[in-house]
């Protein structure tokens, strides 16, 4: 991210909540870098031959973003974690095209053995992954929001918690207990 404080990247969010052109010119370089990083990161373990550019996905995010008219921006952690969210959709929809417009299959891979360096997987799919949270969110939606705000999202434990107003411990523990029960759904385990 750019030099902004966290602090007034906070209040320019507020401030566009509330309709301020100004504050959104204003945000804009501000968050930039950091959409951009955090698209490059979801770019990077798409396989090879990806149609979608960094660049596009970024601008497919905001237009996305702008769109929500209701929501209200509690800090930059939350914007983060809503651009994590839009960006882990594009992609995802996008994969799922993709798939279709293949005939066949196979089996998918997905591996998540080791949380910090979770994001730096080549062999996550992320169809996969994206059903097996989608089965942990009908189980426990709060642990599948801590896997995409972590993994999609690529915040830390405590940027977490402050998104979810959860406490830090809080956060750690059902991060480990999320990643287990995903690493099994996603190695043919039971799901229960």
Do not use: C
Not at 40 to 49: C, D, F, L, M
Not at 84 to 107: N, P, T, Y
Not at 170 to 176: F, I
């Amino acid at each position: 991210m750019t030099n902004a404080q966290p602090q007034e990247v906070t209040q320019l969010l507020r401030a566009w909540n509330e309709g301020d052109h100004v504050a959104f010119e204003q945000l804009v370089p501000l968050v930039q870098v950091e959409l951009h990083r955090l698209a490059q990161n979801y770019i990077h373990h798409e396989r090879p031959g990806h149609i979608l550019q960094t660049t596009a996905l970024v601008n497919e995010a905001w237009v996305r973003l702008i769109d929500w008219q209701s929501v209200s921006w509690q800090n930059r952690a939350h914007f983060y974690g809503a651009a994590a969210s839009i960006m882990r959709r594009i992609l995802v929809d996008e994969a799922r095209h993709r798939h279709r417009q293949k005939h066949g299959g196979g089996v998918l891979q997905v591996s998540l053995t080791n949380a910090e360096n979770i994001s730096q997987e080549k062999t996550t799919d992320l169809i996969a992954l994206d059903d097996a949270l989608n089965s942990l969110a009908e189980l426990d939606p709060r642990k599948s929001r801590i896997v995409e705000l972590r993994f999609f999202g690529g915040l830390s434990v405590e940027e977490t918690a402050e998104v979810l107003k959860l406490s830090v411990r809080t956060v750690a523990r059902e991060w480990s207990v999320a990643q287990a029960w995903l690493f099994r759904a996603l190695n043919g385990g039971d799901r229960a």
